[in-house]
């Protein structure tokens, strides 16, 4: 079964908006880590927060992380049509483990 | 760089027939790891290669599927004889270190069609 369960499913939103995609897990971890696919693409990494980080930036990105309620947020502002894609998180269990990947996010941005 | 390269991008095959994708991996990457992607299960890991040696194979569907990596440039995943529930895009990654450790760099996958 997956580790990571993303929330919510599908996030439809307008252009200039903020999103905002959960990711919750259920085992200890080293590092939780973003990807984003684009329909019939392979996936890219976004960004890998450590477990002993709370919070980190990237561009428009910001990701946070509780280890201890085990979720992990994704925030994209001010949102683009370009954003729309489906949002994985994945995390690893103990180093040298598989990344096991969540179910996903589909965010569809309007223009 | 070009990349993680697969290869075909798409194949179309009948029930019974033998599927080989392939896979060369970032050069100086020294984990490979073979996925597969459907609308019913999401992204599974099906094996995972580090130094060229198979390390989990645990997500290996049936003895249909096998994995070689005979060098770190080049990776195959073969399913002989192949079945209509097999048809799913296969991706192949790579990353610098272990598993988890690193981010991953996937290739543009092999989208499988198994009549």
């Known amino acids: 079964s997956q580790q990571g369960e993303e929330d919510p499913q599908a996030l439809s939103i307008q252009e200039g908006e903020n999103a905002t995609m959960n990711c919750s897990y259920k085992?200890?971890?080293?590092?939780l880590q973003w990807y984003r696919q684009n329909s019939g693409r392979g996936l890219v990494h976004l960004i890998l927060?450590?477990?002993?980080?709370r919070e980190k930036h990237s561009g428009r990105l910001r990701v946070t992380l509780d280890t201890s309620k085990k979720s992990s947020s994704l925030l994209i502002t001010a949102s683009r049509a370009a954003d729309t894609a489906s949002y994985f998180c994945?995390?690893?269990?103990?180093?040298?483990?598989?990344?096991?990947f969540g179910e996903g996010t589909q965010l569809t941005v309007n223009p | 760089d070009a990349g993680v390269i697969q290869s075909p991008r798409h194949e179309v095959t009948e029930m019974g027939q033998e599927v080989t994708l392939r896979c060369k991996p970032i050069?100086?990457?020294?984990?490979l790891f073979w996925y597969r992607q459907t609308m019913m299960r999401g992204l599974e890991l099906l094996i995972y290669?580090?130094?060229?040696?198979?390390?989990?194979d645990s997500g290996m569907p049936e003895d249909r599927f096998s994995a070689k990596m005979p060098n770190a440039s080049f990776s195959t995943l073969k399913i002989q004889p192949s079945e209509p529930r097999d048809s799913a895009v296969y991706f192949c990654?790579?990353?610098?270190?272990?598993?988890?450790?690193?981010?991953?760099?996937f290739g543009p996958g092999t989208r499988l069609t198994v009549l």
């Open positions: 990654a790579s990353t610098l270190g272990v598993a988890g450790s690193n981010e991953q760099f």
């Open positions: 085992t200890s971890i080293n590092n």
């Open positions: 927060i450590r477990s002993n980080e």
């Open positions: 994945a995390t690893d269990g103990t180093q040298g483990s598989r990344l096991t």
């Open positions: 050069s100086g990457h020294n984990s």
């Open positions: 290669f580090n130094n060229n040696v198979p390390i989990d």
